[in-house]
């Protein structure tokens, strides 16, 4: 059985966190990372005769397991695998397993190393049985991995890691594809870090390209190597020192290697970017156009950049938003570079995007191509969307599609995005300056209260015609709902209380919804016709790419619902659910019948690893399906076990809902009768304690010929007794309720697991299909129509309200108030 994507990222991280110990996560990483590299090459060079990794003879990961609980496994880690795999391959230094320091002393060592192979010897884990069509599963748990560990890393040092949304909008923007690239394609990164751009730029490229990367630290650079291979590029150059001082890429003459591409996301201003570099002299010419401030080196980057571009070049580079306005010589050398053209667009960024800072952001996209004759730069301020992830603000796919789509078409976008004229940006007031709000305002208008409307009531007109979104889908509505009162003013025509029912019944707006859903409709059945097709080897990528395209293109007119909010729905539930079952579907096909065989019995087990005897599995708490939860397969097969439950559990809430409110009014504390309550001198409010209670009660009253009468809930007179009766009785309800409702979950748990093996292959497509995949998408629209019908009548109620008391109203209202008091200060004798 194939493990799911998403549980072998989970458990991967998990196990390997557990393990770290007090290791600072920007350390602990190189290790963990490492162990995932020789497990994936063993296991691939095992499947795959022309694997370009060498593995020497004892250095497989086997090898390594075979060490386990050895009293010298560091060492021999060191020496006999790791060694000889960096030899053969002509890779950095790995990190050290025999490091006391960070790994602990003797057995803490030893056990600590050990562990962590075993973390990865696991049989789901056979990396080389483990990828489907389309699918790079180690690729992404490395990146999974990866962003984990930049988070935990804390400032400064999540530097190694690019978020992979940022990677992928600058792969795009630079214009790459698979038309206009070729084997003779060059990529280049001066500060690589991991290589996540380089390989994003891979991806977009859609074939073998030449990629070159350079990064500073070298356990870093380590990682990018490590990287490349594990999402298949093993025919790469990365090469370990510093760019600015020491540029690896040299032309035959000594200048810069020129390049097709180039991204980078460099430190930001780094202050010692000039040790090393001989500014007044540089044999590569970079600081032609201006030399950088000696302590900021975001600029000398950039210049580095320009250096390393073709002729017809493109780039794209990610610097912190002051580059854009900075003076001085910063100022002179922007001013330069925009005279030659160089820049074709800037895309702002939200802040607290980047694991090594928390300061805005901006791409500067660079393209060299006919930059004499450019006329303008594409600017965009994307600063707004984005979600909130633990400390970190991180790219929803909605806000990545939605830039890349923007910034590829050069669309203008009011507040969000336009062409800006070199003209514009050299006048005398701009001066050269790129900061984005000069050029795009970005500001919501202000919710302004009308002093007028308020005196004399009505509704601004303006106020109507901010919502012009909603009338231009509901023209009729508008005229329906609204008549004119005075100039620039208008009356709401239904009572405040019918607004809600007047928009949802009206036909307009019932057209509306109603062509929405034939449009998802049309399209789900699109894609309906798509999934039914697929089966063993089929391409998840792919997929998922005809999937968003296609839900774009259908809502990409719509006038109310955005089509990147419907886009966002889809990608994430492909993320979270779908990805994982087409994955299934990839390796095994629809393998119907033993579906319950891939399922798993959560609790404690036995040695023979099923359930120990020991542990009974409640309901369906402990059952979990590969692709068909067993919720789903008792909605769909069993509605009548969950309906006699849910009435079961209906008693026992009505049951606890009585006996709580028999508590309340006989406590101390609440009760009716004063201070002396029916339970005034129980310890404990519990059946069994009324058990004892009630026998006293019931002596008593066999001793008395009459009792008061007291009130209780629906104010029919009770005894004492009969209050206690209830109370049990309703207590009895709830333990023959709780005990129904444990054996209707144990013969559902039969069902359930029975079902499971005797599904047919056309039963799981159908529950995958329809009930699941279907099911969900089209909840999201529902979703969307219930948020614009909200987003309608909760302005149109607030607006009637805020406009509802005019001031001769509220003088009538005071007159009225005046006179009452008055009168009755009359009655008192209290005139004056």
């Not at 935990?152 to 792969?171: C, H, M, W």
């Not at 001013?335 to 952001?361: C, E, H, Q, V, W």
Request: hydrophobic letters at 35%.
């Amino acid at each position: 059985m194939a493990i799911k994507k998403t549980e072998l990222y989970r458990s991967l991280w998990a196990s390997c966190d557990e393990l770290r110990g007090g290791m600072d996560a920007s350390q602990y990483k190189d290790y963990v990372l490492t162990m995932l590299f020789v497990k994936y090459i063993s296991d691939k060079a095992q499947s795959d005769q022309d694997f370009a990794i060498e593995i020497p003879d004892g250095a497989s990961f086997q090898d390594m397991v075979n060490l386990i609980g050895n009293t010298e496994i560091g060492d021999k880690i060191n020496k006999q695998i790791l060694n000889p795999i960096k030899e053969a391959n002509g890779l950095n230094d790995f990190p050290d397993f025999n490091d006391e320091s960070k790994l602990g002393k003797g057995k803490d060592l030893v056990e600590t190393v050990s562990n962590l192979v075993r973390i990865f010897n696991d049989n789901s884990l056979d990396f080389s049985k483990n990828s489907a069509e389309g699918d790079d599963i180690l690729g992404d748990a490395y990146e999974y991995l990866m962003r984990h560990f930049a988070t935990e890393s804390g400032k400064s040092k999540g530097q190694f890691y690019t978020p992979a949304e940022v990677s992928r909008i600058l792969a795009k923007v630079i214009g790459i594809t698979p038309r206009n690239s070729s084997r003779q394609t060059t990529a280049y990164d001066p500060t690589c870090g991991s290589g996540s751009l380089l390989l994003k730029v891979m991806n977009e490229a859609g074939k073998e390209i030449d990629l070159y990367g350079q990064e500073k630290e070298t356990t870093t650079s380590n990682l990018a190597n490590m990287n490349m291979i594990l999402h298949g590029a093993e025919t790469r150059t990365i090469v370990a020192d510093n760019t600015l001082t020491r540029p690896a890429y040299k032309e035959a003459d000594g200048s810069l290697k020129r390049f097709d591409y180039v991204i980078a996301n460099p430190p930001f201003s780094l202050k010692s970017w000039s040790n090393g570099v001989n500014i007044e002299s540089d044999e590569f010419e970079r600081f032609t156009l201006g030399v950088p401030p000696e302590k900021n080196g975001d600029y000398a980057f950039l210049l580095h950049i320009l250096q390393s571009m073709k002729a017809k070049g493109k780039a794209a580079v990610v610097l912190p938003h002051g580059v854009l306005f900075r003076g001085n010589a910063e100022g002179e050398i922007r001013k330069n570079i925009l005279k030659k053209g160089y820049i074709k667009g800037i895309i702002g960024l939200p802040a607290n995007l980047f694991y090594g800072t928390g300061i805005p952001a901006c791409i500067i996209v660079l393209d060299k191509e006919n930059a004499e004759h450019r006329k303008g730069i594409f600017m965009m301020d994307a600063s707004k969307g984005f979600l909130k992830d633990g400390n970190k603000n991180r790219l929803r796919e909605q806000d990545l599609r939605k830039i890349t789509d923007v910034f590829t078409q050069m669309q203008e976008v009011p507040k969000y995005s336009r062409m800006v004229s070199i003209t514009e940006i050299a006048d005398e007031k701009n001066d050269y300056n790129l900061n984005i709000p000069r050029y795009i305002d970005t500001q919501e208008s202000e919710d302004i209260q009308d002093l007028l409307a308020h005196l004399q009531g009505g509704i601004p007109l303006r106020d109507l015609e901010a919502m012009q979104t909603y009338w231009n889908a509901y023209p009729k509505l508008k005229h329906d709902l609204f008549s004119p009162l005075r100039e620039g003013y208008v009356k709401l025509n239904a009572a405040t209380a019918d607004i809600k029912t007047t928009i949802f019944n009206h036909p307009e707006f019932k057209a509306f919804n109603e062509t929405l859903n034939q449009t998802f409709n049309a399209w789900l059945d699109q894609q309906f016709e798509i999934w039914d097709t697929l089966e063993e080897h089929c391409n998840g990528k792919d997929l998922i790419a005809q999937m968003s395209e296609s839900l774009l293109k259908a809502f990409e007119n719509n006038t109310l619902v955005e089509g990147y909010d419907l886009y966002q729905h889809a990608m994430s539930y492909w993320q979270e659910t779908m990805q994982d079952d087409v994955y299934s579907i990839s390796l095994d096909g629809w393998k119907a019948g033993n579906e319950w065989e891939r399922s798993i019995i959560k609790g404690k087990k036995g040695k023979d690893g099923k359930p120990g005897k020991d542990k009974e599995v409640a309901g369906l708490a402990g059952v979990e399906g590969r692709m068909i939860s067993p919720e789903l397969l008792s909605q769909v097969y069993f509605a009548a076990f969950l309906e006699k439950i849910e009435t079961a559990q209906q008693s026992v809430e009505n049951s606890q809902a009585t006996m709580a409110e028999i508590e309340e009014e006989h406590t101390s504390t609440g009760s009716a009768q004063g201070e002396e309550g029916l339970f005034a001198d129980l310890e404990k409010v519990n059946a069994s304690e009324v058990s004892k209670l009630l026998k006293i009660k019931q002596k008593e009253e066999l001793r008395m010929v009459a009792e008061p009468s007291i009130s209780y809930g629906n104010n029919t007179p009770k005894t004492e007794v009969e209050i206690l009766e209830t109370y049990l009785a309703e207590a009895e309800s709830i333990k023959k309720a709780n005990a129904k409702i444990k054996i209707l979950q144990t013969d559902l748990e039969k069902e359930v697991i029975a079902k499971y093996a005797k599904l047919t292959e056309a039963e799981l497509k159908d529950l995958v299909l329809n009930h699941k995949w279907k099911a969900h998408l089209i909840s999201t629209l529902h979703q969307e129509q219930d948020e614009i019908s909200q987003g309608l009548t909760q302005r149109i109620n607030a607006l009637a309200e805020r406009y509802a008391t005019t001031l001769a109203n509220s003088q009538t209202e005071l007159a009225s108030a005046e006179t009452k008091v008055t009168a009755h200060l009359e009655k008192m004798g209290l005139v004056w």
